[in-house]
């Protein structure tokens, strides 16, 4: 049972407009989430992140979105450029086990010249 | 900067044979991690370790064990390797203390014939 979803595998988008990467989680115990991206022969480098205690947190060109409620957090790329392309994973750790991090399945992203 | 290695990029082995999979970090991080990397499974966590010899299991333990003798270096081992461990290999590191951020090495790609 995933605990962390991204339903969309993948995204495209032309360069310069939005690109929303979504995430769906289902443990009320995680407490921070983060996104890392991925290039093809290369690890996840670490994105953004943010707090359970926070809606927003934004660097640069992206913002993630995080609506408790919902369960539900957003990665905005404003604008998009080429060089975003990649596979975007979600991530989140429970409050009880620090050192533990749940991802979700990714969501490859494409950004159009 | 921290850099995290890993010691192949490829390995390719038959069912049956052991397989080690070697990881160093260069960072003197606390906590280290090996994950495998599936299409649409996202990253899921096999072992981690807090310390010199200490190790916790993940979420995914089974037909896996890792050794960690030293601080820098935490070890990936397949004592049988079957076909269904055919997969990306991907080792992080993390500062102790609460740090957030993992550091993911280039993975290594295994497949088992």
């Known amino acids: 049972d995933q605990q962390v979803k991204q339903n969309s595998p993948s995204l495209s988008v032309q360069e310069g407009r939005i690109s929303i990467l979504n995430c769906d989680y289902t443990?009320?115990?995680?407490?921070?989430f983060l996104w890392y991206k991925k290039y093809p022969a290369e690890g996840p480098t670490f994105l953004i992140s943010i707090s359970s205690i926070k809606d927003k947190n934004e660097d640069g060109r992206f913002t993630v979105f995080l609506n408790k409620s919902a369960k539900h957090l957003s990665l905005h790329i404003v604008p998009s450029q080429p060089g975003d392309s990649a596979v975007y994973f979600c991530a989140a750790r429970r409050n009880n086990a620090g050192n533990m991090l749940t991802f979700g399945g990714g969501t490859r992203l494409m950004v159009k010249p | 900067d921290v850099k995290v290695t890993q010691s192949s990029r490829y390995l390719v082995k038959r069912t049956g044979e052991k397989v080690f999979l070697e990881c160093v970090q260069d960072m003197d991080h606390e906590n280290m991690f090996w994950y495998r990397q599936d299409p649409g499974l996202g990253l899921r966590l096999i072992y981690f370790s807090y310390d010199v010899k200490m190790k916790e299991k993940g979420d995914i333990p089974e037909g896996y064990s890792v050794s960690r003798e030293k601080k820098e270096r935490f070890s990936l081992i397949l004592e049988s390797a079957s076909t269904n461990q055919t997969s990306m290999y991907l080792c992080?590191?993390?500062?102790?203390?609460?740090?957030?951020?993992?550091?993911f090495g280039p993975g290594t790609r295994l497949l088992v014939l």
């Open positions: 443990n009320s115990m995680f407490d921070y």
């Open positions: 992080a590191s993390r500062r102790g203390g609460g740090g957030e951020t993992q550091y």
